[in-house]
């Protein structure tokens, strides 16, 4: 029964969940997040020991996680979420490194974690403050609280 549960397979999206072209360099919108997080690097030279960081952003196909793990663009590794009620497995690869982290691109999920995450992202993204629409931030509480007056944003 766990080997089942441990299966990985390919991270599928919604193409309706796309970032409209032109708008955005990234694909899909990320969600801010204070998540702590275990990175295995998948090598030969691998020590396989654990990393510790913390994910600043996250959407489906990938993540920044801050601190400093050494990696090297193109690095494949294994991440665990460590979400509120469990932990969330997915293989990637790192995208980009720099002084403000590791950008993994995700590129397979374990299966049992795939509705879990996107139950998750759909809370991070429903708490969120502010969101991002045609380039530009309005506080949700904003179009409430204004929803009855002139429209006159001055």
Request: with cysteine; proline share 5%; glycine share 10%.
């Given at each position: 029964?766990?080997?089942?549960?441990?299966?990985?397979?390919?991270?599928?999206?919604?193409?309706?969940?796309?970032?409209?072209?032109?708008?955005?360099?990234?694909?899909?919108?990320?969600?801010?997040?204070?998540?702590?997080?275990?990175?295995?690097?998948?090598?030969?030279?691998?020590?396989?020991?654990?990393?510790?960081?913390?994910?600043?952003?996250?959407?489906?196909?990938?993540?920044?996680?801050?601190?400093?793990?050494?990696?090297?663009?193109?690095?494949?590794?294994?991440?665990?979420?460590?979400?509120?009620?469990?932990?969330?497995?997915?293989?990637?690869?790192?995208?980009?490194?720099?002084?403000?982290?590791?950008?993994?691109?995700?590129?397979?999920?374990r299966k049992s974690d795939r509705q879990l995450l996107r139950y998750w992202l759909q809370q991070q993204q429903a708490a969120a403050p502010?969101?991002?629409?045609?380039?530009?931030?309005?506080?949700?509480?904003?179009?409430?609280?204004?929803?009855?007056?002139?429209?006159?944003?001055?």
């Amino acid at each position: 029964m766990r080997a089942a549960a441990d299966q990985f397979g390919p991270i599928m999206i919604d193409p309706a969940q796309r970032v409209p072209e032109g708008e955005r360099k990234r694909k899909f919108p990320r969600v801010k997040a204070n998540v702590q997080a275990r990175l295995l690097p998948h090598s030969d030279d691998s020590d396989d020991t654990f990393r510790h960081g913390r994910v600043t952003n996250i959407c489906e196909t990938g993540c920044l996680l801050s601190g400093s793990m050494g990696l090297e663009i193109g690095a494949h590794v294994e991440v665990i979420l460590d979400l509120p009620n469990s932990d969330v497995a997915i293989r990637g690869r790192v995208k980009h490194s720099g002084p403000d982290g590791l950008g993994i691109e995700f590129r397979e999920i374990r299966k049992s974690d795939r509705q879990l995450l996107r139950y998750w992202l759909q809370q991070q993204q429903a708490a969120a403050p502010c969101r991002r629409i045609g380039g530009r931030r309005f506080l949700r509480f904003f179009a409430r609280s204004n929803a009855g007056s002139s429209g006159n944003l001055s």
